[in-house]
């Protein structure tokens, strides 16, 4: 089955630009999603297709995806986005709706 | 505005049976993919069943044959029939909007289901 690899954590001071990443063979090929979820809160999708945003969601919320990474970019970081962040990817075959282990975003 | 708001959950004995239920408002649920996610404490998301638009229905293996999707389109709810839960299943249990058939764009506040002696 598809795997994706995100790293444990990231750290960034406000008003500073944070980048999550998101591995997997190809990935590139595929539409990726990204959710937000803060403690105690069901996850919250910020991006999808790779870049784009809900209605409601801040521009300082981008993504890109290219070969085998895909990236969420948080620009000017806020204390309030503080959360674990995960991607997701969908496939055709065995377990549809693939997630990334996730990432918490520390702000310092 | 969309709502959907899971119950059901709580506590279960390893091997015994829960159902849980997802009431749906500002949308039909039989006209779209509706899925169940579920996190384990700590851990991240796992997607567990969905039933698509056309009544269909798929799992992932981990609870393949113990677990049911099902919905009533007459009250707009979803249902997850849990069976022989296993310790491992002890999660928070989401349900949600699947976008033809993609990602999630809407979900419930869960509902934590303990497996547990």
């Known amino acids: 089955s598809y795997v994706l690899t995100q790293p444990p954590s990231v750290s960034v001071a406000p008003g500073k630009t944070a980048r999550i990443t998101c591995g997997g063979n190809?990935?590139?090929?595929?539409?990726v999603h990204w959710y937000q979820q803060k403690p105690g809160q069901a996850p919250v999708l910020v991006v999808y297709?790779?870049?784009d945003r809900p209605s409601g969601i801040p521009e300082r919320f981008s993504g890109s995806n290219s070969g085998n990474t895909a990236t969420l970019t948080i620009s000017r970081v806020e204390a309030g986005d503080e959360a674990d962040y995960y991607c997701?990817?969908?496939?055709?075959?065995?377990?549809?709706?693939?997630f990334g282990g996730g990432t918490k975003l520390t702000v310092l | 505005e969309v709502q959907l708001v899971e119950s059901g959950g709580g506590l279960v004995q390893p091997g015994g049976s829960l159902r849980l239920s997802c009431a749906a408002s500002g949308f039909t649920v039989s006209s779209n993919y509706m899925s169940w996610v579920r996190q384990a404490p700590g851990k991240g998301l796992e997607w567990v069943s969905v039933i698509y638009s056309g009544g269909s229905t798929d799992y992932a293996d981990s609870v393949k044959g113990r677990f049911t999707i099902s919905r009533d389109n007459s009250k707009n709810t979803l249902y997850l029939q849990m069976n022989s839960l296993r310790a491992e299943d002890t999660a928070v249990y989401y349900c949600a909007r699947a976008h033809h058939p993609d990602y999630f764009d809407y979900w419930g506040q869960g509902t934590l289901v303990t497996v547990s002696s």
């Open positions: 997701q990817v969908w496939e055709s075959s065995g377990d549809h709706w693939v």
């Open positions: 190809n990935i590139g090929s595929k539409g």
């Open positions: 297709y790779d870049s």
